[in-house]
């Protein structure tokens, strides 16, 4: 079992990632969401309680983590940056499609990185899609990056950028809330297909080999038998019924 000091973990993530982590409308402090439920089904029988809280932006959320202020991260891809302070719970819980979303009436041809040349981007501060697309973007691509994605997706509609990368997922149902969904369209390929993992700081004094282990076997199991889909249906409804 998990010794006593770690009966609970503090545990955070990015806000803006529904159906997988959002705030809370009426404690915006705490953040709820597939991932975290899914995250409790796996510590419960543990023994393990989780402390959810939202600081701020995804990229406060890293500084947390970085000096152990957070146990845990519910939902990270992987960075050569990111490996140097937080350890990553196999397997990846989920995979996803990171996406390149315009406005319907400045659609774009897009097959691939190169036809982002010579255009402006938007996407959330800190965010990653995976090491090559990160790596190209840097060396190749204007990019701002802003602390809420509601601001990449206003910029887009009024023309001061010309697309926002974004997951699909998160996307669609961001969209669908805030009454945009018909205004915005996803280009066919995706930029990057990543896998999205639970993390440990390596500062966390509940970080051991013994815990990883026994939350890597609970978590096989629960990504075997689809219940990561039950809850994103399930929190996708919840997070659309909420009024903008």
């Known amino acids: 079992m998990a010794e006593p000091s770690c009966k609970t973990l503090t545990v955070s993530g990015n806000p803006e990632y529904p159906p997988l982590l959002w705030e809370k409308p009426h404690a915006p402090e705490q953040l709820t969401g597939a991932a975290i439920t899914l995250l409790e089904e796996i510590l419960e029988p543990l023994g393990i309680a989780l402390d959810v809280q939202s600081p701020g932006s995804w990229a406060r959320v890293q500084r947390l983590a970085r000096v152990g202020e957070l146990d845990m991260i519910a939902g990270a891809f ?3 940056e ?6 990553y719970l196999l397997p990846p819980f989920t995979h996803l499609q990171a996406t390149v979303w315009v406005p319907v009436n400045r659609v774009f041809e897009y097959r691939h990185w190169p036809d982002l040349k010579g255009k402006q981007g938007s996407t959330l501060i800190n965010n990653s899609f995976g090491e090559g697309f990160d790596q190209y ?11 809420t994605i509601e601001q990449s997706f206003e910029m887009a509609l009024a023309g001061r950028v010309d697309y926002v990368l974004y997951e699909r997922l998160q996307g ?28 440990f700081s390596k500062d966390s004094r509940c970080n051991t080999f013994e815990l990883r282990e026994r939350i890597a076997d609970s978590l096989y199991t629960l990504v075997d038998s689809g219940r990561l889909d039950e809850l994103i249906d399930e929190y996708a409804a919840r997070y659309m019924s909420l009024r903008p």
């Not at 973007?137 to 602390?147: M, P, S, T």
């Open 82 to 87: 990111r490996i140097q302070y937080m350890d």
């Open 78 to 80: 992987i960075t050569p």
């Open 137 to 147: 973007a840097k060396e190749n691509l204007q990019i701002v990056n802003v602390r």
């Open 172 to 199: 669609q149902v961001k969209l669908e809330r805030l009454g945009l969904a018909e205004k915005f369209v996803v280009l066919d390929v995706p930029i990057s297909n990543e896998g999205l993992f639970f993390t």
